[in-house]
């Protein structure tokens, strides 16, 4: 299992490349790096550069977020997929994941949380209309009912997409947890 940080993208609402943007005293980044460390023995990061990790460039043949995930199941194994903007992933819903068999997506609200997922190697991407929610119709979903038994609340899955969502996340959920 390799873990993915999703960190391309023009981060255009936050007005800042989301991977830099500091929450207690740390970037993004690295909450979601240590987070999927707990639980995967290689992390790479996905269209971006951080700390001399391995990046990955994104697929030639896709766009936007499936491009990312192209070219990290090109390297041969599953993927724990987690969007840099995804701070309060916690290890426990990681390991979790890691655990199903097959590509096994949270679901929230009706909402499939394709950037808090875990995707097969052998998933075929060429169906849908390439978008990640179109890959997750394919997907085995994880419902409410089961991956809140991991102790999980959504906070794994809240973005923080706009300055304003650091102090919703606060307020919510409190300073992210270190993994497992």
Known sequence: MIGVVLAGGASRRM???KATVELAGRPLIAWVVDALEAVCPRVVISGNDWEGRQRLDDHPDYEGPVAGLAAALELGDDVLLVGVDQPWVRGETLAALADRSGTAV?????VAQVTCARYARTLDLGQGDGSL???AKNAGLVERETWSTWGE???SWFSVDRPEDL??????FGLPQPPM
């Open 153 to 155: 609340d959504g906070r």
């Open 133 to 135: 929610q179109s890959v």
């Open 106 to 110: 949270p679901i929230a609200d009706g």
């Open 15 to 17: 007005g800042i490349d």
């Open 167 to 172: 102090a919703t996340g606060l307020e919510r």
